[in-house]
Structures are given as C-alpha cells and as structure tokens.
C-alpha cells in the first residue's frame, strides 16, 4: 500500500513540475504577443492579435489589416504604428515592420514534420480581452497546400484571436492561427511558420490595399478539397461527400485526409470493405492518424457483427 501511495504521490509532483514549467513558458511567451488594432475606413475598430519575429517585425494574418483606414499595436500599455509590410495576399500572412519597438522575439520552429496528435498551445485575444489568453490542443490534421501544410488543431478561437501564434512543447513557433469552418464543432486551420519563414525574404511594402481575396475566402468550387468536404460531412450527405473525395484522391493520391473522408463514405454507404481499405492506406500515410484508426476498428465491428447475425 505504501508503495502505491507513493507512486501516486511521484505521479502528482511530476505532473505538478509539467504544470509548473508550462505555466511559465506560456508567461514568457505573452511577453511576444500582442495585440493588432484596425481603423476601418466606415469609423469602426477591430482587433486582431500578432507575434514579434524579431524586435520590430510582428507576423499577423493580412484579412486583419487588409483595406484598413489605419493599423497599431499595444504591448505594455504602449502603442506602436507600422512603417511597413510584407504581404502575402494569398496565404493571408503579413509582417508588420516597425521601428525601435523592442518586442521580445519567439524562436521559428519547423511546421514541416509535425505528427497528428502532437500537443500544442496558442496565445491571442480571442474576444479582444486586455490580456492574452493561453489555449492548449492537438494537431488533428495536416492538409498539405501549396508548398507546407495548413494545420488543423482543436485550439479553438473567435474573433480577435486571428493572428495568434501556435507553438510546440517546446514554445517554438509552428502556425498562426487563421480561419475555422463555420457552425458548431469548428475545425480551426492555422498556416504555418515555413510561409512566414518565406516571406522574410520579400520586400517591405507601404499599401494595405488590396483585391486578392486568401484563398480560404475563394468561391466554394475554387476552394481546397480539405474545405470542400466539412459541410458534407456534418450534414451527412454521404454520396456527396464521397465524389469530393475522389476528386481529392485523383489530385492528391498521397494525401492521408483524402483517404480518410473516401472511407467514411463508404463506411456510410455501407460498404464496409472499401472504407476499411481506405482507413487503411490513411493509416499507411499517417500511422497516428486517430479518426481513421477508430473508422477501421469500427468497420471492422460492424462486419463481425454481420458475419455473426448469418
């Protein structure tokens, strides 16, 4: 018994020691979030949230600034105006450049080996609250896109979290928290630090203006399969969902996601043979992959219990 008791007491200051060094990573790291407020051009205000990559470079997303009569930051209580930008229309990515701020910089990581169900953590003002909230989650998916891959994590957010940066274990930067699918039980994406990374290397600009919409934004038809397919699948049109999953497959053979969705259909079209190849090759692609795991395992169920009932 006493040695039970003092496994269980090892676990609970083990996991005290985990807390404790995670509360004050998240504490170090608020110092290099802050907060992004817009003048629109009708007299409104909105606010966004962005991350210091050097002492006067903060990344944000561009949707936040795009258009606006007028941009600052507040860190500290004070308040800093851009000299200038990089802009990345499309991937809705922006750095501001400012001078003699003095942020306190977070370390690039590396968003091009990420693992599903990989802990992560974001920062921002989610609400516009005076202080930075801290939101801990996992990496459930990983859309490959262009040249990286947008993330999907269940790190939720709302309005005025746009910008706010993800970190890894670790406190490196990984993504910056971006758009979510619309209704109840969002999917929430984040771009990653490799298009931040790339953009570095662009020259500064001084016009917010723009007609280039982020490709989240796009017609429905133009948009990425990964987008495409949410809707579907939450309102259970299962014959949709599954054309849109081969149209993915043909453009994307190698992608996991793609896989995935093609064996829910078939799951829920009954055809329990093909959904479980389809799990299957997700798996082979993502052997972590959770919600594929627990497809096959379901399929599998359901078959014995058919088998069984003959």
């Known amino acids: 018994m006493r040695h039970f008791v003092a496994f269980v007491m090892l676990i609970f200051f083990h996991h005290s020691l985990l807390a404790e060094a995670r509360n004050e990573l998240s504490f170090r790291l608020k110092a290099s979030v802050v907060k992004v407020h817009v003048g629109t051009k009708k007299g409104g205000h909105g606010v966004g949230t962005g991350v210091a990559i050097s002492p006067d470079l903060v990344a944000t997303n561009c949707h936040v600034l795009a258009n606006s009569a007028g941009v600052s930051i507040t860190k500290f209580g004070n308040t800093h105006t851009p000299v200038a930008l990089k802009a990345d ?16 910089p977070v370390v690039l990581g590396d968003s091009e080996h990420l693992q599903y169900e990989q802990d992560i953590f974001s920062i921002g003002f989610p609400g516009g609250p005076p202080k930075p909230q801290y939101t801990e989650g996992k990496i459930k998916a990983l859309y490959a896109f262009d040249d990286s891959h947008i993330i999907r994590t269940d790190a939720s957010f ?15 930067l990984l993504a910056i928290s971006t758009f979510k699918s619309p209704g109840k039980n969002a999917y929430y994406y984040n771009i990653p630090v490799k298009w931040i990374k790339t953009l570095l290397k662009q020259p500064d600009i001084t016009s917010m203006e723009t007609d280039v919409l982020p490709f989240w934004d ?38 996991a996601e793609a ?18 190849q389809y799990f299957q090759q997700a798996l082979v692609i993502h052997p972590q992959h959770p919600a594929a795991m627990i497809g096959l395992e379901c399929t599998k169920e359901i ?8």
């Open 259 to 276: 896989f995935y969705y093609a064996g829910v259909a078939e799951e829920k079209m009954n055809h329990l043979k093909e959904a479980q």
């Open 303 to 310: 078959a014995l219990a058919c088998q069984d009932n003959f």
């Open 89 to 104: 229309w499309k991937h809705d990515l922006c750095i501001l450049r400012f001078q003699y701020a003095e942020l306190s």
């Open 158 to 172: 709302v309005m005025g979290a746009s910008g706010s940066p993800v970190f890894d274990a670790d406190g490196k």
């Open 218 to 255: 796009a017609p429905e038809e133009q948009r990425p399969f990964f987008m495409r397919v949410v809707q579907l699948f939450k309102n259970e049109k299962w014959h949709e969902l599954h054309e849109i999953a081969q149209l993915w497959l043909k453009k994307e053979p190698d992608s």
